[in-house]
């Protein structure tokens, strides 16, 4: 059996109310991780002062402190102090899975025990995660209704052969998405479960962490846009988050921030061939059904990780 070795990268900034259940779940976790990198990136919370004695408690954590920058930044500045921790890692540290997870969320115990479980028996899931809930107004759970086609933005799992080999994250708004159709452009798959064992607690609603959950909406749109969404399945999308918190509001936002950032001819994702590919599959999903579309196009997919694991095992 390979390595069970996996390294957690952490960004964050003023996390002080969420951070300390985050940490004692991974300090509960049945397989501990190597090392647990944390990126206190410039909070003025009580932050610092919980990661200190965090790492005093956990000889697996390391915290690295930058500069306060002046104010959060979602998308690109996340993935700047990913990258801050992603490249404190030795050259000869030997790991052979990293996970970029959230300090504001609560996990089974469980939880990474079975993500090695699951990436040991199907060599082509390349990244991976649980599904996340967070609690509604009466104290109930409630699902984020994430795609199984993607592994979750804030806790993703991935086989280090596979993040090396589509390039890492895009330091934009969408990395989260973007990765995950990279993976099956090099014939791996991305996916993530909804079971009671691998359920976690989103402390903080997501899209929520800067000015509202609306301004994520938009922000969300957006990510669309630099993607290459096409309108049409923006639009489809849109409607279906209708019938989602925040009811009606949450889709119409989404909808303006994509069609805004159409009308002011923004910036889009600059690989033209990764933009074709994820046309292809979005119409696919319209007249298929996502599920099936999916299931499809990891199918037609698989010659290409054949084609690559031989080329990682001859060098």
């Known amino acids: 059996m390979a390595s069970r070795d996996y390294i957690l990268i952490s960004p964050c900034r003023d996390e002080a109310a969420y951070m300390q259940k985050t940490i004692d ?23 610092p002062q919980i990661l200190a004695e965090a790492a005093r408690k956990y000889p697996f954590i390391q915290v690295i402190t930058r500069r306060d920058r002046g104010a959060r930044s979602v998308g690109p500045g996340v993935i700047e102090a990913f990258y801050v921790g992603y490249d404190s890692i030795r050259p000869d540290e030997n790991y052979n899975y990293i996970c970029k997870i959230d300090v504001d969320l609560d996990i089974p115990s469980t939880y990474f ?116 969404t096409s309108l049409p399945y923006m639009t489809a999308s849109s409607i279906y988050r209708l019938a989602h918190p925040p009811l009606i509001i ?23 061939e990764f933009r074709s590919f994820i046309r292809r599959y979005h119409w696919n999903c319209l007249f298929k059904g996502k599920t099936k579309a999916t299931y499809e196009l990891d199918q037609q997919q698989a010659p290409v990780w054949e084609e690559n694991r031989l080329v990682l095992m001859s060098s």
Request: proline share 3%.
């Open 113 to 228: 025990e079975t993500m090695l479980q699951r990436m040991e028996a199907n060599p082509r899931i390349g990244v991976c995660s649980g599904k996340p809930y967070f609690y509604g107004e009466n104290g109930n759970l409630i699902s984020e209704k994430c795609g199984d086609e993607t592994a979750v933005g804030m806790i993703k799992f991935y086989r280090r052969a596979c993040f090396e080999q589509i390039g890492g994250f895009v330091r934009e708004v969408m990395w989260d998405t973007i990765d995950c159709h990279r993976c099956r452009m090099k014939g791996w798959i991305a996916c993530s479960w909804d079971e009671p064992e691998i359920r976690f607690i989103h402390l903080r609603a997501m899209g929520s962490s800067h000015k509202s959950i609306l301004a994520g909406r938009m922000r969300h749109g957006y990510g669309q846009y630099f993607m290459g």
């Open 250 to 272: 949450g889709g119409l936002a989404m909808w303006w921030g994509f069609f805004s950032s159409m009308l002011a001819g923004k910036p889009r994702y600059s690989d033209r």
């Open 25 to 47: 779940s991974i300090g509960a976790q049945t397989v501990l991780p190597k090392k647990w990198i944390i990126v206190d990136d410039g909070s003025t919370d009580a932050s």
